[in-house]
């Protein structure tokens, strides 16, 4: 699995590059998919690339729910919910395509597309 991980640019490294700061320190990151980028701004990295443009309130919430999956994989459990308040305080919607593809196999209840579920 593949995770991608907020940094902020420090300084434009020429040739499509950047050096890069983030939670596991500074590298060079490649800015191929997002262009050339000025310093301060924020990316979402993958192995190395830059493959979107970020705010920092989203790098910050990326952030959190990275320091929560190392948390639980530690045992502690008691910052999962501040981690992911966005989600925790409302019900699971799927996609509308995905709703109505589920449609077709499945009777349930459009509005917890996730109980109550039957087989035709």
Request: charged content about 20%.
């Amino acid at each position: 699995m593949c995770l991608g991980i907020p940094m902020q640019v420090v300084e434009v490294a020429g040739d499509g590059a950047a050096w890069c700061t983030g939670r596991n320190g500074r590298s060079l990151v490649d800015m191929t998919l997002v262009g050339p980028q000025a310093p301060g701004t924020w990316l979402l990295t993958f192995v190395g690339s830059a493959r979107e443009v970020m705010a920092a309130e989203a790098a910050a919430r990326v952030d959190a729910a990275l320091d929560a999956l190392n948390a639980v994989l530690e045992g502690d459990t008691t910052t999962i919910d501040a981690a992911f308040a966005d989600l925790v305080s409302r019900e699971p919607t799927l996609p509308e395509h995905l709703r109505k593809r589920g449609q077709s196999h499945f009777e349930g209840n459009d509005s917890d597309p996730f109980s109550g579920f039957q087989e035709k």
